[in-house]
């Protein structure tokens, strides 16, 4: 057997030191692991420009082993640029102003790369498990509503496993139905067939941003850095 291993990361938000952090301590291999990222790369955070090119590197250089799903915030933008007026609204008042300004003060527009952000898809899928950015109702992710798969907030799932962010909590949290817990991080544990493992854990508001290492034998460990954003 294989030592592949997947990292999933999400809501980095533009804060790029935090996840160059958190890749290395989950000892990221750019030129073998799978990584995934869960969305919502832009808007609220201090480095949105820096994290856009850091994303894009990647990349470049790692084909179709990096993975970047597409959130409700770079859908926000897609949108706000092809049909402005509310759409365009809508994204300001969720933080897009700081994306526009984080481009250009960097000497480049976010309008450059929309057809970059444009190929983020909505869902990635496993044998073993999905990842969208919000949430399922039904397992399979090309059976939702695109607004379920980026804006979702339902915990109430029990099917095949799925990998999310989107809302943050204190910790990551694994949803059963009706039943939740806290992951408790650093160890490494048998990877659950169904329910939701939620990865959000708020970096941009403060507190932390976590990723999610899986080994090809089965198990997974959630492991975290501190948000360098005072609250
Ligand atoms: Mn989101």
């Not at 179709?64 to 809508?90: P, S, T």
């Not at 899986?214 to 460990?221: K, L, N, Q």
Request: include cysteine; charge should be negative; proline fraction near 3%.
């Amino acid at each position: 057997m294989g030592d592949n291993r997947t990292l999933i990361i999400t809501d980095l938000h533009g804060c790029c030191d935090e996840c160059r952090q958190l890749l290395d301590k989950m000892g990221f291999r750019e030129e073998e692991d799978l990584l995934i990222n869960l969305g919502d790369t832009i808007d609220r955070g201090p480095a949105i420009y820096e994290t856009f090119e850091y994303l894009h590197g990647l990349k470049e250089r790692m084909g179709d082993r990096c993975v970047l799903i597409r959130g409700n915030h770079e859908q926000m933008m897609l949108d706000a640029a092809a049909y402005g007026g509310r759409d365009r609204d809508l994204w300001y008042y969720n933080s897009g102003e700081k994306t526009v300004f984080s481009f250009i003060h960097n000497k480049h527009k976010y309008q450059e790369y929309l057809a970059w952000y444009e190929e983020m898809p909505y869902y990635y899928v496993t044998d073993r498990f999905s990842c969208v950015h919000a949430s399922l109702s039904d397992p399979d992710p090309a059976r939702n509503e695109i607004e379920t798969l980026i804006w979702g907030r339902d915990t109430h799932y029990e099917g095949k496993l799925v990998m999310t962010g989107h809302t943050p909590y204190r910790v990551p949290i694994y949803f059963h139905g009706d039943h939740y817990g806290r992951i408790q991080e650093d160890v490494w544990t048998v990877l659950p067939e169904t329910g939701m493992i939620a990865l959000d854990t708020g970096c941009v508001y403060g507190n932390r941003l976590t990723g999610m290492i899986i080994r090809e034998d089965g198990t997974f460990m959630v492991t975290s850095v501190p948000s360098g954003v005072s609250k």
